[in-house]
């Protein structure tokens, strides 16, 4: 990504932007790698997470706290970033190609590249502001989850046996997938950018993740962290809300 080059200014901007130079199949691109990607994401993130607060439950014969429960999500976000992140880091790259200069031809050849120009270490490039903004994600968006259903549970529709309707598990699964994810959205520009960072063997661009965070600061000031801020929870609303509706209704029809 090169410094001081801003080419897309609003999402209308963006969006006939790429429609115009690249069609419809613009819109599309990294969707191979997210879509490998979510698979183990999804699945790490939740089985993990049942893990760690079974984990903790049994230590306790108290009620978990709030704090217990975002320590289990976070561990199982540590563990899920830290398995899946090249996927992620393919996905940024395979999205901003074009854009900053690079050519690749599919996900292996993207890995490939990015290991022969930058290094073996370059796979795994923005870890860091990954793991600080992907973390603490995880652990709030499965504590708000749990806490928005005890909550509001009482005042939302239910079934006869008690448990939620697919509207009341999609409300609250909204509602804490933008939680969680303004609070974390800084650090989660911060990532983008250090994904990009010597895309196509270009000269890099920032020295360090401080050095990206001063440059954005510098660049743009605070508004800077947020860009994209609203198109971003357009799409992930209704991400966040299918994540834990799916997830609820298949633990109620599989019995666990």
């Known amino acids: 990504m090169r410094e001081g080059t801003q080419r897309f200014v609003s ?55 709030v704090w217990d429960k975002i320590a289990a999500g976070s561990a199982a976000g540590v563990i899920q970033i830290a398995l899946t992140y090249p996927l992620d880091l393919v996905r940024t790259r395979l999205q901003l190609a074009e854009t900053a200069g690079a050519s690749y031809r599919g996900i292996a050849h993207c890995l490939q590249d990015t290991y022969v120009r930058e290094g073996r ?52 699964g909204s509602l ?4 969680a994810q303004t609070l974390c959205y800084p650090l989660d520009t911060v990532r983008h950018h250090m ?30 962290f947020f860009k994209g801020w609203g198109l971003n929870t357009f799409r992930a609303l209704p991400g966040a809300a299918v994540q834990f509706s799916s997830y609820d209704t298949l633990k109620r029809l599989l019995g666990v």
């Open 195 to 224: 994904q990009a960072n010597g895309i196509g063997g270009q000269a890099r661009v920032y020295g360090s993740t401080w050095d990206c965070i001063a440059k954005i600061a510098a660049r743009e000031g605070a508004r800077g």
């Open 176 to 179: 804490a997938g933008i939680s």
């Open 121 to 172: 270490s370059a796979i795994y490039k923005g870890l860091l502001p990954s793991m600080a903004a992907g973390v603490p994600y995880v652990g709030l968006q499965m504590t708000f989850y749990s806490e928005l259903k005890s909550a509001l549970g009482p005042r939302l529709p239910a079934r006869p046996d008690g448990s939620l309707t697919v509207l009341s598990m999609l409300a609250c």
């Open 11 to 65: 999402p209308l901007q963006s969006l006939k932007l790429i429609l115009r130079e690249e069609g419809v199949r613009g819109l599309y691109k990294g969707n191979g790698a997210n879509c490998l990607r979510v698979i183990p994401v999804y699945a790490l993130k939740f089985s993990l997470n049942d893990t760690f607060t079974e984990l903790a439950s049994r230590r306790s014969s108290a009620a978990l706290t």
